[in-house]
Structures are given as structure tokens and as C-alpha cells.
């Protein structure tokens, strides 16, 4: 018999902000996969669930997969293919496993692609989501920014796109959210003046927001020239039109 495959956001890095139903997941699974960027590396999702595992007698089994940072696809289809397999294998075994994440696992997560992966190796795999916390919700309620007020359009951007598909993007939306990194900081003022936004646009800069040296900083789209800025993966900006 076929186990369950259960992917679970465990929130943005901080176990207090791990919910209820995650806890009782992990729990009650028979095996955990964390998934980390460097074989030699700590996995940030699994020290953040240590707590709740601690608590148990008889703690689930512990697969630590490795997904490297990198944007080159063919690497990626190979690790996801690769690890679909270690994971399936568990699910044949008749176990229920658990696949945590950083945040939500649908939301920019390592689950996605290997949960499809799964799924088409084996379309009656059980699957459920227990969702998470995300770094732009918890960026949001540390800065006390509220991210959409009324009708206004929220959009979610990853750092890494091209500045003229931003342009494009920042047309039609009232708040901008920038996830995975600061990479492209410096360079918003000017581009996002041609849409509308202006000098005095509020900015939220929340860096690490994965651990206890959590840094918020709050200030205008003015100031970003003046910005330090780390290319920290694990950071998130909130821009408002006004």
C-alpha cells in the first residue's frame, strides 16, 4: 500500500511561528525530508522543526535532501528527478513522509517541482498541503505595513527577474513584493519612477528573516541609493505605491 506524501511550511525560520496543524503533522509522520542547499550545510527547515521533534520518543526518520542554488535547469531536473525517487521510494514503502519548507510549500518552494515529479512517476500517490506562515506575511506584520488596503493589486516578484518585466508588472500594481534576495535594489528607484511610484513610495526592507538577527528597516524608495545591501537570499522588500 502506497504511503501519503504531506508537504509542510514550517513559516519563515522562527519554530514559534510553525501552526498547529504542522506541529501535529510532524508528529505523526514516519519520515521527515528537509531539504538543504549544500551537502556539508545545515538544513534551515529542519532546525526550525528541531523543537517540535524533540518532544517525541520515538522521532521520525530523517532524509536531508540536497537542492543547490543554482539556476541551471538541467542540474535542477536532475535533483529533482533524483530526489522524487529517494522520496517515492519511502512512499512505497507504505510510509507516510513529510516534505518541510521554508514558508509555504507552494509558494517559491523546493516541494513544487518535486512534488510534480512524484506525481508523474506515480499519478495515486496521496498528496495534502499544510500550509505556512511566509516571509511576506511575517514581513508585513514586523513592519506593521499592511500589504493590500481596499482594491488595491498586490503583485510578488522574484529578484532575480528581468528589471524590464518589473517595469511592466509595477504598471498595474499598488504593492510590490520582492522575494529571494536584494538583488536588484539599487536599481528600483529609477525604474519604478516611470511607473508611477515616487521618491516618498514606502519601502520595507526585512533582512534574515529566517532567524533571530531578524533586521527590519523602513524608509522611501529615495533612499535605497543609500541602502546597504548584502544580496542576503533570505530577505524581503515591500514597496507601496503611496
Known amino acids: 500500500m502506497l504511503g501519503k506524501l504531506v508537504g509542510v511550511g514550517v513559516g519563515p525560520g522562527k519554530p514559534e511561528l510553525i501552526t498547529i496543524k504542522a506541529s501535529k503533522t510532524l508528529k505523526s509522520v514516519d519520515v521527515i525530508c528537509a531539504p538543504k542547499a549544500r551537502l556539508h550545510k545545515p538544513s534551515l527547515a529542519l532546525t526550525t522543526v528541531k523543537p517540535i521533534l524533540q518532544e517525541l520518543e520515538r522521532p521520525p526518520e530523517i532524509l536531508e535532501l540536497v537542492y543547490p ?17 529517494t522520496i517515492l521510494a519511502k512512499l512505497k514503502e507504505g510510509k507516510k513522509v513529510a516534505f518541510i519548507t521554508l514558508g509555504d510549500p507552494m509558494l517559491y518552494s523546493t516541494f513544487i517541482h518535486t512534488c510534480k515529479t512524484i506525481m508523474g512517476k506515480c499519478p495515486e500517490v496521496e498528496v495534502e498541503i499544510v500550509p505556512g506562515v511566509t516571509s511576506l506575511t511575517e514581513c508585513a506584520a ?40 536584494t538583488k536588484l535594489l539599487k536599481e528600483l528607484p529609477k525604474e519604478l519612477a516611470f511607473c508611477g511610484f515616487a521618491e516618498s513610495s514606502p519601502v520595507i526592507l526585512v533582512k534574515k528573516s529566517d532567524t533571530s538577527r531578524e533586521e527590519v528597516k523602513t524608509g522611501r524608495l529615495g533612499d535605497l541609493q543609500n541602502w546597504e545591501v548584502d544580496g542576503n537570499y533570505f530577505s524581503t522588500v515591500i514597496i507601496k505605491r503611496r
Open 142 to 181: 514586523v513592519s506593521r505595513t499592511p500589504i493590500a488596503e481596499g482594491e488595491e493589486v498586490v503583485a510578488i516578484i522574484p529578484s532575480s527577474i528581468d528589471l524590464r518585466k518589473i517595469k511592466r508588472i509595477a504598471e498595474n500594481a499598488d504593492t510590490l513584493v520582492f522575494m529571494k534576495g
Open 69 to 85: 542554488m543554482t539556476r541551471n535547469l538541467k542540474i535542477l531536473e536532475n535533483v529533482w528527478e533524483s530526489n522524487a525517487e
